[in-house]
């Protein structure tokens, strides 16, 4: 068998008190070249990954009492960054079963033959490579996008160092700055990776509902509940949620929320038990939380849970350096998203976008390259193709005539719903897809069309 390696040598540790069967495999598995270490016990195994860095570990099931179902998530604490595969006793399936829950690799019966070992270790690794090399790829479009501003790398520098421990954070900034895009990056350069990513937005939905979404509930514990339902914390157990416009969330709801930080209990909605959770919490509003619980509608204590690592994320008119690159990048998710080839901007198009001052941020920018590339007829973007509010320059601040006086301003809200409803008209009334290249939910379109009074248009 090749390795894998190539000129990088893969550091691998093989973890067994059979010490005539550790001899064989390490035999087995010098030849590919790896950088092998050996032990026959904990102490071992604590030394050396104390020592460096290890891609696979090999780990007997008996190296600690049979049966001892905390050795898989003790060495997975001290190699974090190790791919396991586990050696199990053919009588004790169940230990290597629950080791896989745990979260190591691949097991192997005591009596597999070192052939079938080596086959594991060079999965492992390359699973391990590919993982690798997606990260850094990730890594590099987030870099991208943020921009180079002193503001944006302290938030970079900032996602560095919290995102590998399990530390609550809370993001501030204005709507459509991208602070669920921040969270899922955090969720993603986490131990938690592997495990689900799930995000809610607190104001999208009234109390009762948010409650159950969160929490779930059981069978009759409300009017319409025919039966049970899983919320979504147990559904990101092991992983992390995002509770965004969090200081939106009631009373209530606050309550309940501070238990599960505390402690890791979740109620269902009408149970009468709790069950435990192990969920990472992200939270994200753009509302002042200390002048809320100044004035008495957010928990004092459960800001302080939150606010464990705060990370302010600047407005995009605080970061224009980052545009161009955030141009570019949502140009190809729109081309990808659409099937379209538009390859760039024209002179006059890119003038007007670089002019312009985004009060909608990163998520307005995304819907107007959207917007944008739905209604080009070549392969460039011209002025002609961009939303009206980027053509005439509308902008949040007061515009003067020749005459130095005075023309009224439309408000955010005037803009929002003037920009529904072009996107509307655009698409010919329909509303799925306007909700796509407005960035939002189809329920979250609806509402603001009410809200608005916007007439649906047959689709």
């Not at 954070?169 to 495990?195: D, F, P, Q």
């Not at 209530?252 to 990472?280: C, H, M, P, W, Y």
């Not at 379209?340 to 312009?356: E, G, I, M, N, T």
């Not at 897809?433 to 379109?445: D, E, F, M, W, Y």
Request: aromatic residues 6%.
């Amino acid at each position: 068998m090749k390795s894998i390696a190539g000129a990088q040598a893969h550091h691998l540790l093989v973890a067994t008190p059979d010490a005539e069967y550790g001899a064989v495999l390490c035999d087995f598995l010098v030849v590919d070249d790896y950088d092998l270490e050996r032990c026959h016990d904990m102490a071992g195994v604590l030394r050396r990954t104390g020592r460096k860095p290890f891609d696979t570990i090999i780990l007997d099931m008996d190296l600690n009492e049979p049966g001892n179902m905390d050795l898989v998530s003790f060495v997975r604490q001290q190699a974090p960054q190790a791919q396991l595969i586990l050696l199990f006793d053919v009588r004790d399936i169940e230990a290597a079963l629950e080791g896989i829950r745990q979260g190591a690799f691949f097991y192997l019966p005591k009596s597999s033959p070192p052939s079938d070992v080596a086959l594991a270790v060079s999965k492992a690794l390359h699973l391990r490579a590919m993982t690798h090399t997606a990260e850094r790829y990730e890594q590099s479009v987030f870099e991208e996008v943020v921009g180079s501003s002193p503001a944006m790398q302290r938030v970079v520098r900032l996602i560095q160092k919290v995102a590998p421990t399990d530390g609550t954070v809370l993001l501030l900034g204005e709507s459509g700055t991208g602070k669920e895009v921040l969270a899922n990056t955090i969720h993603r350069l986490s131990e938690r990776r592997n495990k689900a990513f799930v995000a809610i937005n607190c104001a999208a939905l009234p109390e009762a509902l948010l409650e159950s979404e969160m929490f779930g509930h059981v069978k009759g514990a409300f009017t319409g509940a025919t039966h049970d339902k899983v919320g979504l914390f147990e559904e990101a157990d092991g992983g992390t949620i995002f509770l965004d416009e969090i200081g939106d969330m009631a009373p209530v709801t606050q309550a309940k929320l501070l238990r599960v930080l505390q402690n890791g209990d979740i109620r269902r909605v009408g149970a009468s038990t709790s069950s435990r959770v192990n969920v990472r919490v992200l939270a994200a509003t753009n509302r002042d939380l200390v002048q809320a619980v100044a004035d008495n509608t957010f928990r004092e204590d459960l800001y302080f849970r939150l606010n464990v690592v705060q990370i302010r994320i600047p407005p995009l008119r605080e970061r224009m350096e980052a545009l161009p690159s955030l141009m570019s990048h949502f140009l190809r998710r729109a081309n990808q998203q659409y099937n379209r080839d538009v390859r760039d901007f024209d002179d006059q198009s890119r003038a007007l976008l670089l002019d312009y001052e985004y009060p909608g941020n990163v998520r307005e920018l995304e819907t107007i390259v959207a917007h944008a590339v739905i209604m080009s007829e070549g392969p460039l973007i011209r002025a002609a193709d961009l939303p009206e509010q980027v053509q005439f320059g509308l902008k949040p601040r007061l515009r003067l005539t020749h005459e130095r006086s005075a023309v009224p301003i439309p408000s955010l809200a005037e803009l929002e719903a003037e920009h529904i409803r072009n996107t509307l008209v655009t698409l010919e009334g329909n509303q799925t897809q306007a909700a796509k290249v407005l960035g939002i939910s189809r329920s979250t379109l609806w509402r603001k069309m009410k809200e608005y009074d916007i007439p649906a248009q047959s689709e």
